[in-house]
């Protein structure tokens, strides 16, 4: 059975949402409810990638939901600290060029 665990907290002027487990066609549509919901009322979102598992297309499609969400409302969201494993996936993709992908979330 594939789980995620989100949470979220506030850190300054930005809302984290903090991801664990396996982002993948089962747990996807959880993640972008969060994302969504994370944008429409915080103008500053990042989301902390350091405890994914996996990430699937289906969890890609999830950030890239989340980062147009943000743009259709002139917020901002940001992919952060992404460990080796899901850093390989961002950059086989260049998911760079596509969002915000930072290495450390903000302070």
Not at 66 to 73: K, L, P, T
Request: hydrophobic share 45%; proline share 4%.
């Amino acid at each position: 059975m594939t789980t995620i665990n989100l949470s979220e907290n506030t850190r300054g002027a930005w809302h984290i949402v903090s991801i664990k487990g396996r982002v993948d066609s089962a747990t996807a549509q959880e993640l972008t409810s969060a994302l969504l919901a994370a944008v429409a009322a915080h103008p500053q979102v990042a989301v902390d990638c350091s405890d994914v598992d996996y990430i699937s297309s289906a969890g890609i499609a999830s950030l890239l939901d989340g980062a147009r969400a943000a743009r259709g409302v002139d917020h901002r969201l940001m992919v952060c600290a992404p460990n080796p494993r899901v850093k390989q996936v961002f950059e086989i993709i260049r998911l760079r060029d596509l969002l915000d992908v930072h290495e450390e979330l903000p302070s």
